[in-house]
């Protein structure tokens, strides 16, 4: 395979045996996942800040605006500027808030999106743990969120927080269906839940054009759910600004706001990976039919360059739905979800089988 | 006992939540107490005076020009066609005969006030139901609007360019070619509001339907301006009442028989079209002549009972004045359009889902400080 050039496998071996030969083995797996840790907050981080810092340039390009163009080149220290301002505000201690739980909140959400982030794929031999279910892991992970919107709702002491809370719930428990199942339906396509194993049988196609309409239709259904799972626009009803003013975080501040309002772009940015990874090749090259020639030159660029611009694409059509549409009811939000997603995925998923069933696919 | 568990748990337990006065969607000071049941509302309440000034008090102490800048405060997206309406009834008192020229500037900048405060009403209503880049290009082309005004005026937002007799000073040089060539391009630009707002799927669902105003109800309560007119209520001053120059102009009453929330929206879209039409007959057409009549120094109205009534961009505004003869007046009474179209709000936003209320409230479109004045 040409992309072997860029494994990162020999790469990590190489530190692992080092590591080994210099000290005991449970000494060399505390390293190891010291390291791994670090590692992923750092990514984490700076992901995050960048995301908040796109998102405004986005928004601001769809808006006929600048964005944030003051604090360095083109504004990009704005989001690091704005973050340090979050560390150093006072946090608002609110009257009568279930203290425990509403401290809590922040942390279950954040801790949720971390703990998605370590079983993606990053390119070949780069990720945390390679899971052989890591396509359930990441799903049931990144639910768990909503417990923490829950409490956040709930402990606030406030009705707008409680009636986001209440409606997050509603939106995340209806949406994560047609999140796995229309992840069900690739998985029947490439007979594995490993995320390693997905982007490998995705080498000569990627799924989205190897298997016919249903994963088409998968890709656009997991696009939509994945939206409102992540309570991002046009689904944001949990945060309806004009609604609720700022839904379930109405009274955090400081830093525990920063939590919630980075686990956002953090939870965006995952099911960004999950639709690249898992629809259009995760780290693998573009590649066409025997155009050899154009093949060779796709495998030159590294796999970690394809992954980033795929999952680049995603978010910007995420970024695109959010700011063009008005924001749905919630009413309107359950309807799409149990009258037209769910059948939609059901069929998509029996005619998928059948087309795996029959080796109609590519 | 048994009356206070029924109390919590029955149908008339209510969760009473307060919208404003500060909240962003009552563009204001405006206090909406909405009881809910779960989701959907079951009473709306509004508190209003939070931006009471006592206008109409405070214009019994002072004189007749002064009242005129007092009232581009009442509702300030509609700040010259107030001027107007006081204007022309001190006009009508003293039996002043205005040249032609002021009648067209003033209808002319009447039609672009109107358009800039559908623009502005455009753009927070695309914010309410959660669009928000409606809003940038709503105020994008509302400056253009602005700096015209600047140009000739001097004020943005609040212009005070009338005074009895005429008009404050002539018109900019530059005004009718500015004018000419925002109509150009807003005529260009307005398909684009259809594509962003008016036909997404999201937003027809989100409007049609909601908030559905009958004709009797839009009568009886007195609901004018585009939102009563999207019940069918033919109520049009322009029209039935013409005042300046609106009688030698040919526009269309914008009249719809739905009555809901998305009529309402349709119906100003379209009198932005037919505020251009208006705008466009005129502004070549401007006569020569003296730009405001020589006044007395102190003006004084003969004793009797003054009425004009105008159309403002909410509906219609009646100036009534009392005189008792001296340089103030002895009662003024205003009936600003959005006090009496709030008073719709709880009629026509019962048993609709709060994120309805707020596109209802959007689509009655309120100035705050007119409803309390």
Redo the contacts between chains.
């Keep these: 395979m040409p992309f072997d050039i860029y494994d990162f496998t020999s790469f990590t071996k190489w530190i692992d045996t080092g590591l080994q030969n210099s000290m005991s083995p449970f000494w060399t797996i505390v390293v190891e996942m010291l390291i791994i840790g670090v590692l992923i907050l750092t990514f984490y981080a700076l992901i995050g800040l960048f995301l908040v810092y796109a998102e405004r340039k986005v928004?601001a390009f769809?808006?006929?605006?600048l964005g944030p163009n003051r604090v360095g080149p083109f504004g990009i220290f704005q989001t690091i500027a704005d973050l340090v301002k979050l560390l150093l505000v006072e946090l608002i201690p609110i009257k009568n808030a279930d203290k425990f739980l509403f401290n809590l909140a922040p942390f279950i959400v954040i801790i949720a999106s971390f703990m998605a982030i370590a079983a993606i794929p990053f390119a070949k031999g780069l990720h945390a743990i390679d899971l052989n279910i890591g396509l359930f892991y990441v799903i049931a992970v990144s639910a768990m969120g909503v417990i923490g919107v829950l409490l956040a709702g709930w402990s606030s002491n406030n009705?707008?927080s409680l009636?986001g809370a209440m409606?997050s719930g509603a939106q995340i428990v209806s949406y994560e269906l047609s999140v796995g199942l229309s992840l069900i339906t690739v998985v029947i396509l490439a007979g594995s839940m490993q995320l390693s194993e997905i982007v490998l049988a995705q080498a000569d196609g990627w799924f989205i054009f190897k298997g016919h309409i249903p994963a088409f239709i998968a890709f656009i259904v997991f696009l939509v759910a994945s939206t409102a799972e992540t309570n991002r626009?046009?689904f944001?009803?949990a945060e309806?600004?004009?609604?609720l003013?700022a839904g379930y975080h109405t009274e955090y501040s400081g830093i525990k706001f920063a939590f919630f309002f980075l686990a956002e772009y953090m939870n965006m940015f995952i099911v960004a990976s999950i639709a690249a990874t898992v629809f259009l090749g995760g780290w693998m090259p573009f590649h066409v039919g025997h155009w050899d020639g154009f093949n060779h030159i796709m495998d030159f660029i590294p796999p970690f360059i394809w992954y980033i611009v795929k999952t680049f694409f995603v978010i910007f059509l995420m970024m695109w739905f959010k700011?063009?549409?008005?924001?749905?009811?919630?009413?309107?939000l359950l309807t799409l979800e149990w009258k037209y997603l769910l059948p939609i995925n059901l069929v998509n998923i029996l005619i998928m089988s059948f087309i795996v069933l029959m080796g109609w696919h590519y | 006992m048994e009356e206070t568990i029924k109390e919590i748990t029955g149908e008339d337990q209510k969760y009473v939540i307060n919208m404003g006065p500060q909240h962003p969607s009552t563009h204001g000071v405006l206090r909406l107490v909405v009881s809910l049941k779960g989701e959907i509302v079951r009473n709306v309440e509004p508190h209003i005076g939070y931006v009471h000034r006592g206008m109409e008090k405070m214009c019994e102490s002072i004189t007749y020009p002064q009242i005129i800048h007092l009232t581009d405060r009442m509702d300030y997206l509609s700040a010259h066609i107030n001027n107007e309406a006081v204007c022309l009834n001190v006009e009508k008192a003293l039996e002043i005969d205005i040249p032609d020229r002021v009648r067209v500037i003033r209808t002319i900048m009447s039609e672009l006030t109107r358009i800039q405060s559908h623009q502005l009403w455009w753009a927070s209503f695309g914010m309410d139901l959660g669009g928000l880049t409606c809003f940038f290009y709503g105020l994008r082309d509302r400056e253009k609007i602005m700096d015209i005004f600047e140009e000739t005026c001097g004020g943005r937002l609040i212009v005070s360019y009338n005074c009895p007799g005429g008009l404050m000073y002539d018109i900019h040089p530059n005004f009718q070619k500015r004018t000419k060539d925002f109509i150009k391009y807003f005529r260009k630009i307005l398909p684009e509001y259809d594509q962003l707002l008016t036909g997404n799927v999201i937003f027809k669902e989100r409007t049609r339907g909601i908030g559905r105003l009958s004709l009797e109800d839009a009568i009886s309560y007195g609901v004018t301006g585009p939102s009563g007119r999207a019940s069918g209520f033919s109520c049009d001053v322009r029209k039935h009442d013409p005042y300046s120059a609106y009688d030698r102009v040919n526009f269309r009453e914008v009249l719809f028989n739905d009555g809901d929330t998305y009529h309402r929206y349709l119906a100003r879209i379209e009198e932005m079209k037919e505020s251009m039409n208006i705008i466009d007959q005129l502004i070549d057409n401007i006569p020569e002549g003296p730009f405001a009549v020589k006044m007395k120094p102190v003006i004084k109205l003969p004793e009797g009972e003054y009425y004009q009534r105008v159309e403002t961009a909410r509906g219609e505004l009646g100036v009534f004045i009392i005189s008792d003869g001296n340089k103030n007046p002895y009662r003024v009474k205003f009936r600003s359009p959005s006090f009496v179209n709030l008073s719709v709000l709880n009629l026509i936003s019962k048993d609709f889902k709060i994120a309805d209320l707020v596109a209802i409230a959007g689509s009655l479109d309120f100035v705050i400080p007119d409803i309390d004045r």
């Design positions: 928004c769809m808006q006929n605006r009705k707008y009636i409606r626009g046009p944001d009803l309806a600004e004009s609604e003013t700011w063009t549409f008005p924001r749905l009811r919630i009413d309107q």
